[in-house]
């Protein structure tokens, strides 16, 4: 479509020529705005053949003319080249040069035999009929040429319109399957000769309603008027591209790209194409590029594009900042610039097939998080993260490498720093006795574990990463009785924003109980959330002592009483005792009565040595060790035993002969074997047996002596197991 301005399309349209003849007349339909190159040439006049009826004809008017000149011989003489003229004309008809000769050469000596004196022969008496002769035959000829020329000229028209009949149809179909929209119009007026139909559905204009208009209409009034195009540009360009902004039938807007030339015939072919969605796609394409840009610019790591031989070709703002340079004087350097000191974290050296860049061109893969330092000659130090990706190209080679920098340098101090902070907490928490801690309570989430010294694994039985791991406390390892306690002096502190401090039983490992004293301050933070500060000390040990020091001030009262009673028993017992003594001294040796006065003096000595051992646990009566030997003890006893046990115990004893004597106090190693006794006699309500056994041990001190009492009874509970070792304890 032409672009015209304002001027053009306000021309007159009188003297205009209609537009299918001027595209005819001027051959510019043929072109329909193609090259040149593509148009053919005219094709050459067939040679076609005389027609039967050509050579018919002169047979024929030769046969009728010499018929004419035999006959009416004298009514001819005056005109003798008549009757041959007539044959020819009629033979010039149909404008061939075979049968006009045809016909000359059988009516002309025809007239010289029957009309040119002397009659009868062919030769020629008069000299003035040779004259006509030669005037007859060369207006003859001249008459055939003539003939001969319209016909050929006839015949190269209708070739001619043959081929520009066929040269019309190929290029409309061409112009019309074409995919651009192509538009040819007089360039003085703009007036629009011809348009294709993809110009049609491209405008949405009809062919009536766009042929033979101004083409100002299809363009936008305000951006023609702004800046029109005049036609001396075309004429000057070979083809004039411009971009405009074109107007549908419906008023809806496009963006075109207009190819605008002069045809032979000096009018202008234009091919429309349709950019918006180029345009889109560029407006696009810039936004996205403007999206990069400010990406790279506001980008917090630094971005550097390296080439395979190792110089730079980019780098953004940042990568200025990380490394202290100008973009024109890092891309003015490579990769290895000795001024940048390759250095692993530490200081240390930094391998050069270790560099990012080295192994991406090495390898050809990616590379993710390398982590070294870069030192300047100054000393100083930047910590870096490195990124890096080939760029290929369509061969498949590398052709750069990109690159994202990292700066983590304060990030690697504040860690050092940090590290060292911690390093010191450690030091001072592992030298106080407990397990410094932080519980951190948030109103959503509960309580959770934020910190946790090294003790945590000897106190608490589990290592600090194991409870910063679980998050929240396990309360299933607080004592079920003392719980409730701790949740509600918690939640009270908590409440009251006040410290907390509670002693409590933990279990540390299965069945192991220890206890705790917990105490915290806590610190609450601007989301509400409260830190509480605090400290778990091992008391398990000091409640031991606690109770030993208690059940020692009842041992002492209990051994005041039992000195007491001690001493007013063993006066009784010196009565009996006595009394025993004489009456057995009274019973000759043969008297029956004298076994059981024995057995009441045995029984008093035993309930001497019972007095013996109240005197001990009041710290009155000192323990006379003796040596004891412990086959002989068992041996001495067994028959006492063997009263004490009744019918429904069995007892048995195996002694080892090896087991000697021991220093011991006989009275006390008795009365336990005594107790022992009875107590499984008590735990054999139905009978069972009593082993009793003594052995050599060996020690880590030495060697040593045992005596094993067991039973076949129902044995103890744990509660009755925790007392056995308390002196005057029973179950009964």
């Excluded at 419906?250 to 349709?274: C, K, M």
């Excluded at 900042?321 to 240390?348: C, F, N, V």
């Excluded at 190209?393 to 990292?406: L, N, P």
Aim: aromatic share 6%; no cysteine; hydrophobic share 45%.
């Amino acid at each position: 479509m032409p672009d015209v301005s304002p001027t053009d399309a306000q021309r007159p349209a009188t003297g205009r020529r209609s537009p299918e003849r001027g595209l005819r007349a001027s051959g510019a339909f043929r072109a329909a705005g193609l090259a040149g190159d593509l148009r053919p040439a005219a094709p050459p006049v067939p040679r076609q053949p005389t027609p039967p009826g050509a050579w018919l004809t002169a047979v024929g008017a030769s046969g009728l003319a010499i018929w004419l000149m035999a006959t009416w011989g004298p009514f001819f003489a005056k005109n003798a080249f008549v009757p041959a003229a007539l044959a020819i004309v009629l033979t010039l008809i149909w404008g061939r040069w075979g049968p006009n000769l045809l016909a000359i050469a059988l009516t002309v000596p025809a007239t010289l035999w029957y009309l040119v004196e002397p009659i009868g022969s062919f030769a020629v008496s008069d000299g003035g009929a040779l004259v006509r002769l030669a005037i007859t035959l060369g207006m003859i000829l001249f008459g055939a040429y003539i003939a001969w020329k319209l016909r050929r000229t006839e015949s190269e028209a209708r070739a001619r319109e043959e081929w520009l009949l066929q040269s019309e149809q190929r290029y409309r179909m061409l112009l019309e399957q074409a995919s651009d929209a192509i538009v040819v119009a007089e360039p003085a007026t703009g007036t629009v000769l011809l348009a294709n139909s993809r110009m049609h559905e491209l405008l949405g204009y009809g062919r009536d309603e766009m042929v033979g208009r101004s083409g100002a209409i299809f363009f936008d009034a305000e951006e023609l008027r702004a800046a029109p195009i005049r036609w001396a540009e075309v004429e000057r360009a070979k083809v004039l591209v411009t971009e405009r902004t074109l107007v549908r039938k419906d008023g809806s807007r496009f963006h075109a790209e207009l190819a605008s030339r002069l045809t032979d015939d000096g009018l202008v072919q234009t091919i429309v194409r349709d950019i918006s969605e180029r345009r889109a796609a560029e407006r696009q394409l810039r936004a996205e590029r403007d999206l990069l840009d400010g990406i790279l610019e506001t980008s917090t790591a630094a971005i550097v594009v390296i080439e395979p031989a190792g110089r730079i070709l980019f780098a953004n703002r940042r990568a200025e900042e990380i490394l202290g340079l100008s973009r024109a004087q890092i891309t003015e350097r490579d990769y290895s610039a000795p001024e940048w000191r390759h250095t692993a974290y530490d200081g240390g050296p930094w391998p050069d097939e270790q560099q990012p860049f080295r192994r991406v061109i090495s390898t050809g893969e990616p590379v993710f998080d390398v982590r070294h330092a870069i030192e300047w000659p100054d000393g100083t130090r930047r910590y870096l993260s490195v990124n890096g990706i080939p760029l290929r190209s369509a061969d498949g080679g590398i052709r750069a490498v990109v690159f994202t920098v990292d700066d983590l340098t304060e990030e690697v101090l504040a860690q050092r720093a940090l590290q060292a902070s911690q390093e010191r907490l450690e030091q001072v928490t592992a030298a106080m006795p407990g397990v410094v801690f932080q519980l951190r309570w948030e109103p959503e989430g509960g309580y959770r574990w934020t910190y946790v010294s090294r003790r945590a694994a000897e106190i608490l039985g589990r290592t600090p990463d194991q409870l910063l791991a679980q998050g929240e406390p396990d309360w299933r390892r607080v004592h079920p009785d003392d719980l409730p306690a701790v949740r509600d002096t918690m939640q009270a502190a908590l409440a009251q924003f006040a410290a907390w401090s509670l002693e409590f039983r933990t279990e540390r490992a299965p069945g192991e109980w220890r206890w705790l004293r917990g105490s915290a301050i806590p610190q609450r933070d601007p989301g509400g959330a409260v830190t509480w500060n605090g400290i778990f000390l091992d008391v398990t040990d000091q409640k031991r002592l606690e109770e030993n020091f208690l059940q020692a001030q009842k041992m002492e009262s209990l051994g005041r009483l039992a000195g007491g009673v001690a001493h007013d028993f063993n006066n009784i017992l010196t009565v009996i005792r006595g009394n025993a003594e004489m009456l057995l001294a009274a019973l000759g040796e043969g008297d029956l009565r004298r076994e059981e006065a024995q057995e009441v003096v045995r029984a008093a000595e035993r309930a001497s040595a019972l007095t013996r051992q109240l005197l001990l646990l009041s710290r009155k009566q000192v323990v006379a060790p003796a040596e004891v030997a412990l086959n002989a003890l068992v041996g001495g006893i067994e028959r006492m035993l063997h009263r004490v046990l009744g019918e429904d115990v069995t007892l048995v004893t195996r002694l080892d002969p090896a087991v000697g004597a021991v220093r011991a106090d006989l009275s006390q190693l008795e009365q336990v074997l005594l107790n022992l006794a009875v107590n499984a006699r008590a735990a054999m309500p139905e009978g069972g047996t009593l082993p009793i056994r003594t052995e050599r041990v060996a020690r880590a001190g030495g060697e040593a002596a045992a005596i094993i009492v067991t039973d076949t009874g129902v044995g103890m509970d744990a509660t009755t197991a925790a007392h056995i070792f308390e002196p005057f304890f029973t179950t009964k």
